[in-house]
């Protein structure tokens, strides 16, 4: 799926696939068992911060890691993590990864 609205000068495409979109569910899901409020905050930061990487998706560093063929780059939206690439052909980010900073991502 792809977000972002009117698409200007020098934006990017930000493009959230399927998984993405369960794994911040799930994160929700987990929260909302003790808070359904902050549950909703998470959420909100979440999509914010992914959603601001239309403005300049290179300013986040470069990361290898062995799940992925190729480097990805990484955001932090804290506490969680977010890994995604950039296409440049295509102006477009597209959204890999959203996990918790303390799991181990090789």
């Known amino acids: 799926m792809i977000r972002g609205g009117q698409m200007g000068e020098g ?4 493009i959230y696939s399927p998984e993405v979109y369960e794994q911040i569910r ?12 902050n549950a909703r905050l998470v959420a909100q930061r979440l999509t914010r911060g992914i959603d601001s990487l ?3 998706p290179g300013r986040f560093a470069e990361v290898d890691y062995t799940s992925f063929p190729t480097p990805a780059r990484r955001m932090i939206v804290w506490p969680f993590r977010v890994l995604y690439r950039i296409d440049e052909n ?13 799991r181990d991502t090789k």
Request: aromatic content about 10%; hydrophobic content about 40%.
């Open 54 to 56: 239309q403005f300049m």
């Open 11 to 14: 934006l990017y495409r930000v």
């Open 26 to 37: 799930e994160i929700c899901s987990f929260i909302a068992e003790d808070s359904p409020q």
């Open 90 to 102: 295509r102006k477009a980010v597209r959204i890999l990864r959203v996990e918790h900073g303390s």
